[in-house]
């Protein structure tokens, strides 16, 4: 199995992704020049980057479904022109509140098309289904590389030109995602087979009836709906948790650092496990790990031993559930409509970290501490490990009957 040669679109996608994702974790440390040049404190440009996100998630279904009908390539090319457009406006702005459209609607645009979702989708169409869930592992994983790449190279523009001329350094890095995408082809291996054949026949509305009569697509939504709240709390709200513990700024920047290098080890571990094991059970394997770790850290007097611990453990179990979720996605409903159907999971991924980022902040305000935040994180990823048990991950009788 794990002799198996990934095609060049899953070099292309990791280019893609490393590009477009490590911008987008570069932009927490334009907040204080940005506040600063405009002199209207840090609330405007702090909405600005959670209207990206949730527009980020809200444009993934739209995105996917005409991804499914015209190609990636094309899609994937727009949004790279949108994440462009959006940085350059943002470095040229006069006007603050333009960032909610450029910095906010454009990049939350260009995102959506050039993210995990177009990606995978385009994926799924060439890697065959018993390593579908390995690429999407490694091509996951480089969303996470991106990060240690582009953060330490946006932090030394910053030193040596101004905010404005790093977000168009920053635009200008976009034509590599377009470079990438020219290579694309997603000509289907299978396309001879009857497989290939029934799901051309399929229309993207037979599609979508399909998913939602199943009870497993609902499950998937909601264990994906969990992971969101999961991972914009943590990412959100540790640095600020670990200060409260009387520890270093240090501290936290180390424990972060350590969730971005292990998620690269754990993306692909929990892919290829998911390509030898059922997708459902590793899943819920993946949520019990989550469940234990989460509970420690609280539990366990916060040092600087182990918030460096807990950066590594959640950070080995942080996006596993990308290439599974996609992996089931692709197993249960087939290749053709990946991205539509995983872009509207995504979408359900994206409401949890809207709620992850703002409940965090509600519930410390109410109660002067994260305790009650933390305690519902456990018990969320405790009901996810369980729902994820009973998901029928067999693919659709459709495709039963097409391989029969």
């Known amino acids: 199995m794990f002799s198996f040669r990934f095609p060049l679109l899953v070099w292309l996608g990791i280019g893609i992704l490393?590009?477009?994702?490590?911008?987008?974790?570069?932009?927490?440390?334009?907040?204080?020049?940005?506040?600063?040049?405009?002199?209207?404190?840090?609330?405007?440009?702090?909405?600005?980057?959670?209207?990206?996100?949730?527009?980020?998630?809200?444009?993934?279904p739209f995105v996917g479904m005409a991804a499914d009908r015209w190609g990636p390539k094309r899609i994937i090319i727009l949004g790279a022109i949108s994440y462009a457009l959006g940085l350059y406006l943002t470095s040229i702005t006069?006007?603050?509140?333009?960032?909610?459209?450029?910095?906010?609607?454009?990049?939350?645009?260009?995102?959506?098309?050039?993210?995990?979702v177009i990606v995978l989708g385009a994926i799924a169409k060439v890697v065959p289904a018993q390593h579908a869930a390995k690429a999407f592992g490694l091509t996951t994983a480089a969303g996470s590389f991106g990060m240690f790449a582009m953060i330490p190279g946006a932090q030394t523009m910053l030193s040596i030109y101004d905010w404005q001329s790093a977000m168009q350094i920053f635009a200008v890095m976009c034509s590599f995602i377009v470079v990438f995408a020219l290579f694309i082809k997603t000509a289907k291996k299978e396309a001879h087979n009857t497989t290939a054949v029934q799901e051309d026949k399929q229309t993207i509305k037979e599609a979508l009836k399909e998913a939602f009569s199943h009870k497993g697509y609902w499950l998937i939504h909601i264990g994906f709906f969990v992971c969101g709240f999961h991972v914009m709390f943590i990412a959100t709200h540790l640095p600020s948790y670990v200060l409260d513990k009387n520890l270093p700024a240090s501290t936290a920047a180390m424990a972060l650092a350590y969730v971005g290098i292990f998620n690269i080890l754990g993306s692909y571990f929990w892919g290829a496990m998911a390509d030898r094991f059922s997708k459902h059970y590793v899943m819920s394997a993946l949520?019990?790990?989550?469940?234990?770790?989460?509970?420690?850290?609280?539990?366990?007097?916060?040092?600087?031993?182990?918030?460096?611990?807990?950066?590594?453990?959640?950070?080995?179990?942080?996006?596993?559930?990308?290439?599974?979720?996609?992996?089931?996605?692709?197993?249960?409903?087939?290749?053709r409509y990946l991205s539509t159907l995983y872009g509207l999971v995504f979408f359900s991924h994206q409401i949890g970290s809207f709620l992850g980022a703002w409940v965090g902040g509600l519930i410390y305000d109410y109660y002067g501490s994260y305790d009650p935040i933390w305690w519902s994180a456990v018990i969320l990823a405790f009901i996810s490990a369980l729902l994820h048990l009973p998901i029928d991950d067999r693919p659709v009788l459709r495709l039963r009957m097409a391989t029969a």
């Open 94 to 116: 006069v006007e603050p509140t333009m960032m909610y459209i450029t910095l906010g609607v454009l990049v939350g645009l260009g995102l959506s098309a050039t993210s995990y």
């Open 287 to 335: 949520y019990f790990v989550r469940t234990a770790v989460i509970a420690a850290f609280v539990l366990i007097p916060t040092t600087e031993l182990t918030a460096g611990i807990f950066g590594a453990a959640i950070g080995f179990c942080w996006l596993g559930t990308v290439p599974i979720t996609s992996g089931l996605v692709r197993q249960i409903f087939g290749a």
């Open 18 to 60: 490393i590009t477009s994702l490590g911008i987008r974790q570069s932009f927490g440390i334009f907040m204080a020049p940005i506040s600063d040049y405009f002199h209207t404190g840090r609330e405007f440009f702090s909405f600005a980057i959670a209207l990206q996100n949730l527009l980020f998630g809200a444009f993934q």
